[in-house]
């Protein structure tokens, strides 16, 4: 069963560019997190989709957006790119949303390394 | 809200010394607790996780945790560190509608 797949792996951009990222969750499941990871901070919550529709939103700029496909497959987009956005992103799908009345585990991608100059 | 605090940014023991890593959490209810572990390169991978029932939770990789409510712990313990436990661990807490994750412990083992 294939794990988590995010793409690109690492990335470089400059000040005022967009990036986008992408993941592909496990086979049947059907919510989709993403966590900012940075030294010292740990992972911060981003959002979480499930079945297409955005269940909750981290303390983030609305630079920072996403989506869900029909296929659960997921897309971060980040706007207006600036240095403090330089960061290792990290998906995670579970079967159900995350949650006190979930207590399923989250599945991890390696990551996607977003470097800003 | 939730809240995870772990203690110790980087921790450093011998090889075949005992391993503790800390973590203590804010929860007026009942918490769903979890230990996950990162790899050089990877990503993070669910080493045990507390739900109800038994305190003492094992893991994989001859990991353990115990759930402590009055002192809202819930450390993470291995009783002989090995090379390849070199790695980053990260508690977390299941708040309403999200995972919320402590920041993190560097777990460094010394020859």
């Known amino acids: 069963k294939a794990g988590v797949t995010q793409t690109p792996r690492y990335l470089i951009k400059t000040r005022g560019q967009q990036v986008t990222l992408s993941c592909s969750p496990i086979?049947?499941?059907?919510?989709v997190s993403w966590y900012q990871q940075t030294p010292g901070q740990g992972l911060q919550f981003l959002f979480e989709?499930?079945?297409?529709?955005?269940?909750n939103k981290g303390n983030f700029p609305g630079r920072f957006s996403g989506r869900q496909f029909s296929n659960s497959r997921s897309e971060m987009n980040v706007s207006t790119l600036e240095l403090g956005d330089s960061a290792l992103y990290l998906c995670?799908?579970?079967?159900?949303?995350?949650?006190?009345?979930?207590?399923?585990?989250?599945?991890f991608g390696e990551g996607s390394r977003l470097t800003v100059l | 809200a939730q809240s995870v605090t772990q203690l110790g940014s980087h921790v450093s023991v011998s090889e075949g010394a005992l391993v503790l890593l800390r973590c203590n959490y804010s929860?007026?209810?009942?918490?769903?607790l979890f230990w996950y572990v990162q790899y050089p390169n990877q990503g993070l991978q669910l080493l045990l996780k507390?739900?109800?029932?038994?305190?003492l939770v094992k893991g994989i990789n001859g990991f353990e945790a115990e759930f402590k409510k009055s002192e809202t712990s819930f450390h993470l313990t291995k009783p002989s560190a090995h090379m390849s436990d070199a790695a980053e661990y990260f508690c977390?807490?299941?708040?309403?509608?999200?995972?919320?994750f402590g920041k993190g412990t560097r777990l460094h083992i010394l020859p």
């Open positions: 929860s007026s209810v009942p918490p769903y």
């Open positions: 086979s049947g499941h059907r919510s």
């Open positions: 989709y499930f079945s297409e529709t955005q269940r």
């Open positions: 977390a807490v299941s708040d309403n509608d999200k995972i919320i």
């Open positions: 995670a799908s579970s079967l159900a949303p995350s949650g006190s009345s979930n207590t399923g585990e989250l599945f």
């Open positions: 507390y739900t109800t029932g038994a305190t």
